[in-house]
């Protein structure tokens, strides 16, 4: 029987992907594990393994397509000792059409924002028979169909599969949600958050273009990074009630211990083993300030409070089209080397859009560090689930009074943006006192 190869979700949210780059042909044979094609997501570009072994019978999806949805079927295997042409003639399904690009001279349709998958939704209700199993325990399932699943409070192993062997899918667990005739969970999934409210409509593409003479513009069509950035923006600003403290940070001393440990760095391959910039020595001082004050270590859900039991810091860098936070994990137990380092690896592969979806994903704050483009001070918006996001301004020298004489330092303004629901104005001083400290007294990172 042929074996059906479909779209993978490479992460809990994708909806959709494009096929980059087939990184076999048909009539190759592959086996579990081989790397088989590159799919290109909103953030970052993954290599897809192959789950089955067989022959590659036919290409469906050719490399290039766009907009492919989660478990559209893009290629056939014909399984070991079974004809390839006969396999390759019975592929179950035809290729998705590919997202058509906007035409040169009329506005883009706004986006529909819809659920991926193309699977064939089943004629009974999904819940009828179990879900086929790989072992006792485990049940084949999309990381799509198990979010649903966790969202709806369905046992996903109640639900039975469509997809190939057995693959409980999106459409297995919307019939099942629908019919009424599936489990549910035995225990209620951890709390979660409320969905959003619905986004406010904008003003229309029409009525945009109208406001300026037709020839005077061009369309430039929204790629995927771009209008995840822009749904997530406008979730958090209608989501989340943001409130925003500020304070301004002496730099000499960090200056100097920077300049110390950078040339006491041992030489390792013919080059410093290391070297500290002022953003590494900011992200150890958020981490440590969010030990200290666990209770601004938190995320918002409608049910309960979850505080976090480490540091895990995102950072905000800038990539052709867009944005992506790289996250330092456990970042208030490692050196400043150590954070140095694993830094400029995330930050030259978020770059290349190589950042495993794990890398990028998650997080319990986030610094956005604009001083280096000379901006004084500005106000970050929340990612969610973050509480809190610390925006960092450049260094300059400013003339300050200390026991009644003017001294010139250098300073810089940070300002840390919280979700006020579980981060309260008097929390967010306290952690921002606590950053404060660190920055200033920076020999206290290192002990």
């Known amino acids: ?127 009828a028979a179990p879900a086929a199993k790989a072992d006792g325990n485990r049940t084949f399932s999309s990381p799509l169909a198990r979010r649903l699943a966790k969202e709806a409070g369905i046992d996903i192993s109640a639900v039975a599969g469509s997809g190939p062997h057995g693959r409980v899918v999106k459409a297995d667990v919307e019939a099942a949600v629908s019919g009424g005739g599936a489990k549910k969970a035995a225990t209620p999934a951890a709390a979660a958050a409320a969905p959003a409210a619905p986004l406010a409509k904008g003003v229309s593409d029409d009525a945009v273009l109208k406001l300026f003479e037709e020839g005077s513009y ?57 070297k500290l910039s002022v953003n590494d020595m900011v992200i150890k001082a958020m981490a440590l300030a969010l030990r200290d004050v666990p209770d601004a270590n938190v995320s918002w859900t409608e049910q309960a409070m979850v505080k976090h039991k480490h540091s895990d810091v995102g950072v905000a860098v800038s990539i052709p089209g867009g944005l992506i936070t790289p996250i330092i994990r456990h970042a208030e137990t490692k050196s400043l080397s150590a954070i140095s380092n694993e830094m400029k690896d995330l930050g030259k592969r978020a770059k290349e859009r190589k950042l495993k979806p794990e890398e990028y994903q998650g997080g319990t704050t986030s610094v956005s560090n604009m001083g280096m483009m000379g901006v004084k001070n500005f106000a970050a918006v929340i990612n969610p689930p973050h509480a809190t996001i610390l925006a960092v301004g450049a260094g300059e020298q400013r003339v300050v009074v200390k026991n009644n004489e003017m001294v010139i330092v250098q300073a810089m303004t940070v300002t840390l943006s919280t979700d006020h629901r579980c981060v309260d104005g008097a929390l967010g001083a306290e952690l921002l006192q606590a950053f404060k400290r660190y920055i200033e007294n920076p020999i206290g990172m290192l002990v």
């Open 1 to 127: 029987m042929p074996i059906n190869i479909t779209m993978p979700a490479l992460s809990p949210t994708m909806e959709e992907g494009n096929l980059s780059k087939w990184l076999v042909k048909e009539g190759d044979t592959v086996k579990s594990g081989d790397v088989i094609a590159e799919i290109e997501t909103d953030k970052a570009t993954m290599e897809v393994e192959a789950v089955d072994e067989g022959v590659v019978a036919k290409i469906v999806v050719p490399a290039g397509t766009e907009g492919v949805k989660v478990n559209s079927l893009i290629a056939v295997l014909a399984a070991d000792g079974e004809d390839v042409k006969a396999a390759a003639s019975g592929a179950g399904g035809a290729a998705p059409a590919p997202r058509a690009e906007a035409a040169p001279a009329a506005a883009p349709a706004p986006a529909a924002k819809t659920e991926a998958a193309s699977a064939p939704a089943p004629s009974a209700p999904a819940a």
């Open 218 to 274: 061009e369309l430039v069509p929204h790629d995927g990074m771009r209008k995840t950035i822009a749904r997530r923006l406008v979730e958090s600003k209608q989501t989340v009630p943001h409130f925003y403290v500020s304070v301004d940070c002496e730099l000499d001393a960090l200056m100097a211990l920077r300049a110390q440990l950078n040339s006491a760095a041992h030489e390792k391959d013919g080059k410093p083993a290391y």
